[in-house]
């Protein structure tokens, strides 16, 4: 079959790479269906082209992802969701700009008041220059009633209000930036670096008209009473592993101010925060060789918890990088990978009005996305919530969504990739195994809000043995020692469950089973990282084959109790049912378990 020579001159590549039609252009073999969607664009491109080119002097078509909200230029609302492609007028003071807008997402938005945490704040009255306050989408004007008036499961009421707070100062930024006012500029190619662990980070920032930093801070003693963990302890080892371990760069008296014991007694020891623990994943300094969190400006006496930014006219690069006015900002994260650099043609990068900013170069992998990533945007999500026409920005994986779908964000919101907004929301990035003490409890406890009330009242009576598929990463004698655990927990009343990636159990199935979790033993792995399901508590059993203390700092962190071996030689995959029964029994007397 001949295809016609159609020359159309006003639109971009972004309708040839349409999944239905672009058969045609690879001159591969088109299916009925491709040849039906092809006569439809063409018939409908040409009728729009010749109706808009009657009344305008020109058009501009820009590539929309899946989701966008399209334009109400073409009447049917059921065509604008399947199109994907914008017709918009040019006019004298948009065809001077070095790139191609697309149509702000907010100008048709019911301008209710404005739903934060499920409070309502009061806004400013509209003027007439442009739109001022960020109201809710449609969408979330309509389930405004559905927005829950209290603090969910297991979230206190003074935590709670406390994070009302901080979103409420976001909403008041984001007002006065005055969306609809951003011109999107051509960014430069020269960039000053600035990272989100340097210690004058918020003073530099302010030759940066264009970035907003968003501080929480509070006392010592606020944060221990909004904390949902209250018991923190040490973490152990035998002699050796903890002269190994205290020679490694994670060392415990710096980073978290707690010590390797080497008995069990010890280690079930519980203690509060302590400043030390609040310098993870934020700027600090080293004072008397501790960790501690720089100070927050003008607020004397009270500790930096958690930050971000507001980041007006800018580009986010695929890798997480953040572009704007001659900066680029780099969160703190594991892996700083490449530098950051202009793409070479920001006219045609993908733009939306807002873009929150979660990607980090190692988040494709489990751990680095349950421990690292996940637990920056845990502060947010009624806020992104709310707001539904927030992309979130994200290495996309399918465990990625099936989580950020649990926590409230669809996927149609997901994007990834070189694109550009007029504001991004930026948070704190996270070290490489050194997750927030804030941000991943209120991940956990946001994860532990989903769960059903019989799951919720169930007690912690279950002892875990984590298998990885890869054999590199499962003990030799698996088997002995699963035999070994379900003895010990039959003479307990207690269970012993196999956890293993292959098949995986569904996300549901892993959240229930490991908040019932009293012990979980396993070979260093991001198998470990199913603990962000568990209540506070839990025996961590972990063999080192490397010593990495990434679940180390987590489970401390997260108000587990780390028990760390290191095996001759680090051959962690040999160890035995003996190497582990004498410990396991001792930990559980003390738990409360008995043997009847």
């Not at 993908?350 to 349950?370: A, I, K, R, W």
């Not at 655990?485 to 009343?493: D, N």
């Amino acid at each position: 079959m001949q295809h016609p020579n159609i020359n159309f001159s006003n639109l971009t590549w972004g309708v040839f790479k349409n999944k239905h039609i672009n058969c045609i252009f690879t001159g591969k073999l088109c299916s009925t269906k491709q040849v039906i969607w092809t006569g439809f664009i063409i018939a409908l491109t040409a009728s729009a082209t010749l109706y808009i080119n009657a009344n305008y002097s020109s058009i501009v078509v820009t590539q929309h992802r899946r989701g966008d909200q399209l334009p109400r230029s073409i009447s049917s609302e059921n065509l604008t969701k399947r199109y994907p492609v914008q017709l918009k007028s040019l006019n004298k003071t948009t065809s001077d700009l070095p790139f191609k807008p697309a149509t702000s997402t907010l100008n048709n938005v019911n301008k209710s008041k404005y739903i934060t945490k499920g409070y309502p704040v009061k806004t400013t009255p509209q003027k007439s220059a442009g739109l001022q306050p960020l109201n809710p989408t449609p969408s979330a004007v309509k389930n405004a009633s559905k927005i829950p008036q209290a603090p969910p499961n297991n979230l206190n009421n003074t935590l709670y209000d406390f994070l009302h707070g901080y979103l409420k100062e976001i909403e008041n930024i984001r007002r006065d930036v005055k969306l609809a006012e951003i011109k999107l500029q051509k960014q430069p190619n020269k960039w000053e670096l600035l990272d989100g662990y340097d210690t004058e980070i918020f003073d530099k920032i302010k030759k940066y008209p264009k970035v907003h930093p968003i501080l929480m801070h509070a006392s010592l003693e606020t944060i221990r009473s909004i904390l949902p963990v209250k018991n923190y302890y040490n973490y152990m080892g035998s002699r050796t592993a903890c002269s190994i371990i205290e020679q490694n760069n994670y060392k415990g008296p710096q980073l978290l101010n707690k010590t390797c014991v080497t008995r069990i007694e010890e280690l079930h020891k519980a203690a509060p925060i302590n400043i030390a623990q609040l310098s993870v994943g934020v700027p600090f300094h080293k004072i008397k060789g501790i960790n501690t969190p720089i100070s927050v400006p003008s607020k004397s006496g009270e500790v930096l918890l958690h930050f971000g930014f507001i980041i007006e006219d800018a580009i986010v690069l695929s890798h997480g990088v953040v572009l704007t006015s001659g900066l680029a900002l780099q969160p703190e994260r594991c892996k700083p990978g490449r530098g950051p650099q202009t793409p070479k043609n920001q006219t045609f990068l993908p733009t939306y009005d807002e873009v929150f900013s979660l990607t980090e170069n190692t988040g494709t992998m489990f751990y680095h996305l349950t421990s690292e990533d996940l637990p920056r945007i845990a502060p947010y999500l009624n806020y992104l919530k709310i707001n539904t026409h927030i992309k979130v920005h994200i290495k996309r994986k399918k465990f990625h969504e099936k989580m950020l779908n649990l926590l409230g964000i669809t996927s149609d919101r997901l994007i990834d990739g070189d694109v550009r907004a007029k504001i991004v929301y930026m948070p704190a990035g996270t070290a490489c195994g050194r997750p927030g003490v804030f941000t991943t409890q209120l991940l956990s406890t946001l994860f532990h809000s989903h769960l059903p009330n019989d799951v919720l009242k169930m007690k912690q009576d279950t002892l875990i043995l984590i298998k990885r598929s890869s054999k590199g990463r499962q003990f030799r004698n698996h088997g002995a020692i699963l035999k070994m655990l379900k003895k010990v927990a039959g003479e307990r009343g207690m269970r012993a469950v196999e956890y293993r990636d292959n098949p995986t159990p569904s996300l549901q199935q892993t959240m229930e089973l490991f908040h019932r979790a009293a012990l979980v033993l396993a070979p260093h792995g991001a198998g470990l990282s199913n603990l962000v399901f568990s209540r506070p508590g839990v025996v961590v059993m972990e063999s080192f084959c490397i010593i990495n203390l990434c679940f180390r700092n987590l489970m401390v962190n997260a108000g587990h109790i780390h028990h760390g071996y290191v095996n001759e030689d680090f051959r962690c995959l040999d160890s035995t049912a003996e190497n582990y029964i004498n410990d396991i029994k001792a930990h559980l007397d003390i738990l409360g378990w008995k043997a009847t």
